[in-house]
Each structure stands twice: as structure tokens, then as C-alpha cells.
């Protein structure tokens, strides 16, 4: 034994598992490439799961520009929040056509929201089902 991980050999079986692992970097590469692009710099860390069988959600860390941060140091919350919101649905069919991509998958909804004090943001995505 080489000390493989066994869903790694060409002969392993794709387990769903596997195939669910795959498509969730897939996602998270595609949506921090969004980030990057249209916003000048991508998040510190980002992480994707399913949350059931036909929804995704991905969470962007530290995904806020300088110009948003001083933008909350200005006590300018609401306007920061408007701002980024209308930049992540300005690209919904950026963000919906990644996922896609990545799962094979019909995009039937889209949720993005972000939390400005953590600096978290947070795309969800509904799934046609299997």
C-alpha cells in the first residue's frame, strides 16, 4: 500500500462523496475567480458545502476592499451593504454560470449577502434537482 488515498486511484469507484468534493472546489474556484475579477482582489479563505441535496452555499472571508472598509469605518453601513449587493447581482449570471459549470447542474435561485462587521459573504445557490 503507498498510502494513497484510495478515492484517488484511477480504478476507484466515483462515489458521490468524491464527485460532491470535485464539484464543490470546482464552485469555490469559480466564485473566488468572480471575486477577484470584480473586485480587484479575491477573499483570504472561502469554503463551499451542500446544505442538502439541491442547495449550495459558499462563504467568502475578508472579501472587503479598502475602500469598502473605510467605507465602514465611515459609519456608511447601508451604503456599503447597497454597494456590494449591487455588484454581486450585477454579476448573478457570472455567478450562476460557475456553478453550473462546476455541478452539471441548472442554477433555480440565487441568494448573496454579506455581513460587513465579519466580513463574510455568502452565495447560495438552489439546484434543479438530480
Avoid: W
Avoid at 1 to 24: F, K, Y
Avoid at 102 to 120: E, L, P
Amino acid at each position: 500500500m503507498t498510502g494513497e488515498d484510495p478515492t484517488t486511484q484511477a480504478d476507484a469507484p466515483v462515489t458521490n462523496d468524491a464527485r460532491n468534493s470535485s464539484e464543490l472546489v470546482r464552485v469555490t474556484r469559480g466564485l473566488v475567480r468572480i471575486y477577484k475579477e470584480q473586485f480587484g482582489r479575491g477573499p483570504e479563505r472561502a469554503a463551499t458545502h451542500y446544505a442538502g441535496p439541491d442547495t449550495i452555499v459558499c462563504l467568502l472571508y475578508e472579501s472587503l476592499t479598502p475602500v469598502e472598509q473605510s467605507m465602514r469605518k465611515m459609519g456608511e453601513d447601508q451604503r456599503l451593504r447597497d454597494v456590494r449587493t449591487l455588484f454581486q447581482y450585477a454579476t448573478e449570471d457570472q455567478f450562476r454560470a460557475a456553478v453550473e459549470e462546476a455541478t452539471g447542474r441548472r442554477v433555480t435561485g440565487f441568494m448573496s449577502g454579506i455581513d460587513i462587521y465579519q466580513d463574510v459573504a455568502c452565495e447560495l445557490f438552489t439546484l434543479e434537482p438530480r
